[in-house]
């Protein structure tokens, strides 16, 4: 279409010719997904269960690029047919307008010319003569102005405002049309890919901006359905209700949305996600900016995780990822949505999405959900980076006082409800057994979350691993009563032993003045033990002021005041004396480190904590 579109052109537009090639965009789409599918389920694990050499390896890394070749015909063939669809969506509606108003216009005698004018006949009576008012014509738009009928008197023919009417409702069906065509017309010549059969980078780089694109080209088509405001149960409905064809569509426009959607099933989500996870390595690669290249390296080893997945570990599922705040990622080791056992690990200080975090915290999930899986086959263990856990490093040490208050804690215990009420709301057991684990920092968002109204959606029991407090008094504040709270607290985990409030008023001084000696003295690494032997020389000085039931958010977890059940884990390593540092804090999951701690961990997510080994309170 052009600038000149008429009224004819417009209603002769075949709205379903598009939807035509829509459909066969979707179906090339479709088969690319499904080889891509091919290729990661049976192909390759074909070769590596049974084949072994060079030619062998060399065979694995050419399908594996093949894959995400597929990976992105895929995506782009999709998001061509969705932007077929809206334009037809959108058209169609100007269409239904153009033809309510020649509709009315015929019903009422009126003509319709080519420029879009209307003439009317004669109508009323003249307080002159007594017969009818002359009839007349109202230009189209950006036609050539037609003389008006003189009124007599002040007599106005009344069909004149109806012509008016049918005139403005024609032009602003036209004016929308060949808004929409210009609008369509830029985005479909976006979706075009260079000759060859590798796609490199960059072209996963255009891949993102073609769908930020078709998003604001088609944001009306499927962006206002979507329920971002309905519970995690109305939209595991929603999305039910929605055709296979629309589904495909929201998953190619849409990946970021339906992939951290609370209440999409885990297997939606995870191929969202997977896409996601390649946009967004394009849409980082090359930018510059604080923290960008450690959230790239974060993204990358999952992504390698993804496509070389580790056979001893169960199969991975990518729940969430995103790049806002110090990033996002969900990642699930086995079915959330059919285990019988379930459990939601958060983690704590310093967690961000990095390659620390896409290397340590994965496998504390994945060591969780193997060792849950030796009592309980139907078992899989989730790390949830959901929210911004604070950031503490060497050389901030008296700077960052991001861990010293619950505000991300409260924040991210809201994010976690939600979290939780999707792994119910797809859960496919009647009454699946659900616990919720937070360590460091993440324990205080577990205990927020508990302590919401409702408490953990789903959640039967609670473990609390090296924390610095719950923000509750007692284990009975938790929601899930207090047998059903379970401690980890190793003696020379410092963060257990995080000092009261009235202790850290003299440990913050000292902690600042040892910082400062030890830095003159050993650089970066001697201020960090300086910092933590000064500030300790200070906290023992206000130790006796203080209660020793209370740390830093409310009382000890482990101590018998707050009365959950303190299961066994090894002492570790002294913080100084040994200079272990805060190793004992790192240890609780790792089954060659803390094997009972690993072990009393997966008894309770596999719902046998009665052979838990225990450890007297403090």
């Known amino acids: 279409m052009s600038g000149g579109l008429t ?18 965009w979707g179906r090339a789409s479709n088969r690319a997904d499904a080889a891509r599918d091919r290729i990661d389920r049976q192909l390759l694990p074909g070769i590596e269960d049974s084949q072994r050499g060079e030619a062998a390896r060399a065979a694995v890394v050419r399908l594996r690029d093949l894959s995400r070749d597929f990976q992105y015909v895929y995506a782009e063939c999709g998001l061509v047919r969705t932007t077929l669809n809206s334009l037809a969506h959108e058209l169609r509606a100007s269409q239904g ?42 230009a189209g738009s950006g036609a050539e102005p037609v003389a008006a009928v003189p009124a007599a008197y002040g007599n106005v023919n009344p069909n004149e405002a ?4 049918v005139v403005d409702r024609i032009a602003r069906a036209l004016r929308e049309a060949r808004g929409i065509d210009e609008r369509y017309a830029v985005t479909l010549r976006r979706l075009t890919a260079p000759e060859g059969v590798e796609v490199s980078g960059a072209m996963w780089t255009d891949a993102h901006g073609d769908a930020t694109a078709v998003r604001g080209a088609a944001d009306g088509y499927l962006r206002d359905a979507i329920p971002r405001d309905a519970s995690p149960a109305e939209r595991r409905a929603w999305w039910d209700g929605l055709t296979r064809e629309r589904q495909e569509e929201y998953l190619a426009v849409y990946p970021d949305v339906i992939g951290n959607l609370d209440g999409i099933p885990a297997g939606v989500r995870d191929a969202a996600n997977r896409d996601n996870l390649r946009l967004l390595i394009g849409k980082l690669e090359g930018v510059e900016g604080e923290g960008v290249g450690a959230r790239l390296a974060g993204l990358r080893e999952i992504e390698r995780q993804l496509r070389f997945p580790d056979p001893d570990r169960p199969p991975m599922y990518l729940l969430g990822i ?16 059919t285990a019988r056992n379930v459990s939601a690990y958060v983690p704590g200080l ?12 994965l496998r504390r999930a994945a060591d969780t959900a193997l060792a849950a899986r030796e009592y309980d086959s139907s078992s899989a263990a989730i790390v949830w980076l959901g929210y911004d856990a604070p950031q503490l490093s060497g050389d901030d ?47 205080l ?43 980890g ?130």
């Open 7 to 24: 009224w004819g052109q417009l209603r002769a537009v075949r709205c379903s010719e598009w939807e035509d090639a829509a459909d066969g």
């Open 97 to 138: 307008a153009l033809r309510e108003a020649l509709e009315d216009a015929r019903a009422l005698g009126f003509t319709v010319h080519l420029d879009g004018g209307v003439s009317f006949p004669p109508a009323g009576e003249s307080w002159t003569t007594g017969g009818l008012l002359p009839g007349g014509r109202i």
């Open 162 to 165: 109806k012509a008016q009417d």
């Open 322 to 337: 995103g790049d806002e705040g110090n990033g996002r990622a969900i990642v699930a080791y086995g079915n959330p949505d």
């Open 350 to 361: 310093g967690a961000a999405l990095d390659e620390d975090f896409a290397t340590n915290d």
């Open 397 to 443: 040490i008296a700077g960052n006082t991001d861990v010293m208050f619950a505000d991300r804690a409260e924040a991210g215990a809201i994010a976690y409800n939600s979290f939780m009420a999707g792994v119910s709301a797809t859960n496919e057991h009647e009454n699946p057994h659900v616990t919720a684990i937070g360590h460091s920092y993440g324990s």
């Open 445 to 487: 968002t577990v205990g927020q979350a508990a302590q919401r109204p409702g408490g953990v959606p789903g959640a039967e029991d609670i473990v609390l691993l090296g924390s610095p407090g719950t923000g509750a008094r007692s284990a009975d504040e938790l929601g899930v009563g207090r047998d059903h709270v379970y401690v």
């Open 489 to 618: 607290a190793a003696e020379n985990d410092p963060v257990t032993a995080m000092p009261a409030k009235i202790e850290a008023r003299g440990m913050a001084t000292g902690a600042m003045s040892g910082a400062v000696v030890g830095g003159a003295v050993g650089g970066p690494v001697g201020a960090v033990v300086g910092g933590v032997g000064g500030g300790a020389a200070a906290y023992f000085a206000q130790d006796a002021q203080a209660d020793d039931r209370e740390i830093w958010y409310g009382t000890d977890p482990a101590h018998e005041a707050f009365g959950a059940r303190r299961f066994r884990v090894a002492d570790g390593p002294r913080p100084i004396a040994d200079m272990g540092g805060v190793d004992a804090h790192t240890r609780y999951f790792d089954p060659k480190k803390d094997e009972e701690s690993a072990d009393n961990i997966a008894l309770i997510v596999a719902g046998r904590s009665s052979e838990i080994t225990t450890q007297e309170r403090r």
